[in-house]
């Protein structure tokens, strides 16, 4: 089993900067994929971000590519989601979730998902 443990979601105005936290419990943390994905109000759960076990790997949403980065510490058991240059159209709750083996943008590749933490950008 897995647990997953979302931080860092809250209110900020367009243009400001929001980093979230994965912290990860439960099974070996160095060989998990993992990813963010989100979903907003009348909206489907979208992918975001994903980065491989050993963190070599990442790979982005063309909606945020080159404002978000996802990095992983694997000593702290936590993987991260800066989010820069934020714009309304990211309003939404932002999940992570982990994979047993590779994964990419599916959301049924993944295999463990946390409660979500609520980002809200206002213009």
């Known amino acids: 089993q897995v647990q997953l443990v979302e931080s860092g979601g809250g209110l900020v105005q367009a243009g400001d900067s929001l980093r979230l936290s994965c912290a990860a419990s439960?099974?070996?943390?160095?060989?998990?994929?993992v990813g963010w994905f989100r979903q907003a109000p009348g909206k489907e759960r979208e992918f975001v971000a994903t980065?491989?076990?050993?963190?070599?790997?990442?790979y982005y949403a063309d909606s945020v590519n080159g404002r978000f980065t996802i990095s992983r510490d694997n000593a702290k058991n936590t993987v991260y989601l800066q989010m820069n240059s934020l714009k309304p159209e990211d309003t939404a709750v932002y999940y992570c979730?982990?994979?047993?083996?590779?994964?990419?943008?599916?959301?049924?590749?993944?295999?463990?998902w946390g409660q979500g933490t609520q980002v809200t950008v206002s213009s």
């Open positions: 980065i491989s076990a050993g963190g070599a790997m990442t």
């Open positions: 979730a982990a994979a047993l083996v590779y994964a990419r943008t599916r959301d049924d590749e993944y295999d463990y």
């Open positions: 439960g099974r070996t943390f160095s060989r998990l994929t």
